[in-house]
């Protein structure tokens, strides 16, 4: 065996794995009927344009994609203002850092 070469592919990469994708698949269904309920930004902080066009996930994705009890709809200003001010954010409950037993007991 030759040292050095580069191997040659038979099959493509896939781009993320079928559960990912399965799981997106997921998400943009519920996006859209969860901003379809919420069309107001959730947010509000100043800069506001009220039209929320985004969800901001306060438990960050992962396995917490899907779960609608963690999303806030938001407009790009007030999402871009939570990204850049975590601290302030996490004090306001746009952030937060539970437990997984704590999360289950959200309202959605």
Not at 18 to 27: F, I, T
Not at 30 to 39: G, T
Not at 51 to 56: F, K, L
Request: aromatic share 6%.
């Amino acid at each position: 065996m030759k040292m050095g070469g580069y191997l040659k592919r038979y099959t493509p990469l896939r781009s993320c794995s079928p559960k990912h994708a399965k799981g997106m698949r997921e998400y943009r269904e519920k996006r859209l009927i969860f901003l379809a309920h919420n069309p107001q930004c959730q947010i509000q902080v100043q800069g506001c344009t009220n039209e929320a066009t985004e969800i901001h996930h306060r438990c960050r994705r992962g396995p917490h994609l899907n779960d609608t009890g963690t999303w806030m709809s938001a407009c790009r200003n007030c999402h871009d203002w939570v990204e850049t001010h975590a601290s302030q954010a996490r004090a306001m409950g746009f952030i937060l850092t539970l437990r997984k037993s704590l999360i289950s007991s959200l309202p959605t």
